[in-house]
């Protein structure tokens, strides 16, 4: 399988998706937008990831490139070749299915917990945790697409993740990242500028070394879900599904 990324700063790669599609056999190549790379042609791969970035889906004066990769993404769903977006990505997904982006009422920053709703209940989603930990650092968020299942939510958002038809995946939050990736984009990114419940130092974003193992083995079943269309084993979990 081919997997093709989009990457649109320097600092925001795909983390340790690559190692768990490398270890699956995966061939990758990747985009990178900051940089006016040519897209491929939708015919020479097997699955998109779209990565995160700083800018908004909105910021077309800014980066040109936002307008080709958002046809290239449409173009990608209606084929219904595997999709899979994370934080900017996810939102762009959502931009191009017709769904708002705007500012979220939070910023956040950090490890936070986001939990499953009833909005999704099928094979791809059944054996992973109801609750886990996961590393936010976003200050916009996406409406839920029509015809789209929103199936994530946090404290601090109500709309953390959606999967649309049976190939599209959209994250707001962070499975993939480790912590020199956190420190990488605090670098260059700079010390967040707000202050609120939900924004953490970048000394409590390192400071967890469980919560990395535990998400990557999360981020482990979604791939394994959306790119590979297989059920993910069981992750236990002792938490019950909300009503949302």
């Known amino acids: 399988m081919h997997v093709h990324y989009l990457q649109h700063v320097s600092f925001e790669g795909l ?11 995966c061939t990758l190549s990747r985009t990178c937008m900051y940089q006016d790379q040519s897209l491929p042609s939708i015919h020479d791969l097997d699955a998109l990831i779209v990565m995160g970035g700083p800018m908004g889906v909105h910021d077309e004066d800014e980066h040109s490139w936002l307008t080709l990769e958002k046809g290239f993404i449409e173009a990608v769903i209606q084929r219904g070749i595997p999709v899979i977006g994370v934080c900017l990505g996810a939102q762009l997904i959502a931009d191009v299915l017709g769904a708002a982006v705007t500012k979220n009422a939070q910023h956040e920053i950090g490890w936070f917990p986001v939990r499953r709703t009833k909005g999704l209940l099928d094979e791809r989603v059944q054996n992973l945790p109801i609750t886990f930990d996961a590393l936010h650092w976003h200050g916009d968020t996406f409406a839920t697409p029509s ?3 929103n199936f994530m939510v946090s404290d601090g958002c109500a709309n953390q993740g959606f999967v649309y038809d049976k190939n599209v995946l959209a994250l707001q939050f962070h499975l993939e990242m480790l912590p020199s ?3 990488s984009i605090y670098q260059e990114c700079g010390k967040p500028g707000q202050t609120g419940p939900y924004i953490q130092s970048l000394e409590e974003m390192l400071a967890p070394a469980d919560k990395f193992e535990a998400a990557n083995t999360i981020l482990k079943g979604f791939l394994g879900a959306f790119i590979f269309q297989k059920t993910p084993p069981l992750i236990p979990t002792n938490t019950t599904i909300g009503e949302n």
Request: cysteine-free; aromatic content about 0%.
């Open 15 to 25: 983390g340790s998706i690559e190692n768990l599609l490398v270890a699956q056999g």
């Open 147 to 149: 015809g789209a299942a």
């Open 181 to 183: 990736h956190i420190q």
